[in-house]
Nanobody, 119 residues
Framework: VQLQASGGGVVQPGGSLRLSCAAS????????MGWYRQAPGKARELVAR???????TYADSVKGRFTSSRDNAKTTIDLQMNSLKPEDTAVYYC??????????????WGPGTLVTVSS
């Protein structure tokens, strides 16, 4: 299972960015998909997560500013980030909990995309 994300970049405070991630490979089923981020010197943290049933969880720090959506048929997940703040600067990682043709469920990670919020 491979995850490929796109959409990172540099934006001014108050601006917007949209991240997209697509899963591919020998996938039988994807249970959850989500976004995590890791700022310099900090631990990786959950940003948003969507279950296969459509239930979404957001970190308190992004509620009301970020919106995540998932297309189960296309095994993709997006993250619309509005009203960005300097503290949102981090490497953002796409995540999927998926069962591959190997027959067991695992956590998969994309390579990360850098989001920098700076004036």
């Amino acid at each position: 299972v491979q995850l490929q994300a796109s959409g990172g970049g540099v934006v001014q405070p108050g601006g917007s960015l949209r991240l997209s991630c697509a899963a591919s490979g020998s996938i039988i089923r994807i249970r959850d998909m989500g976004w995590y981020r890791q700022a310099p010197g900090k631990a990786r943290e959950l940003v948003a997560r969507i279950t296969s049933g459509g239930s979404t969880t957001y970190a308190d720090s992004v509620k009301g500013r970020f919106t995540s959506s998932r297309d189960n048929a296309k095994t993709t997940i997006d993250l619309q980030m509005n009203s960005l703040k300097p503290e949102d600067t981090a490497v953002y990682y796409c995540n999927a909990v998926a069962t591959s043709t190997a027959g067991y469920e695992s956590w998969y990670w994309g390579p990360g995309t850098l989001v920098t919020v700076s004036s």
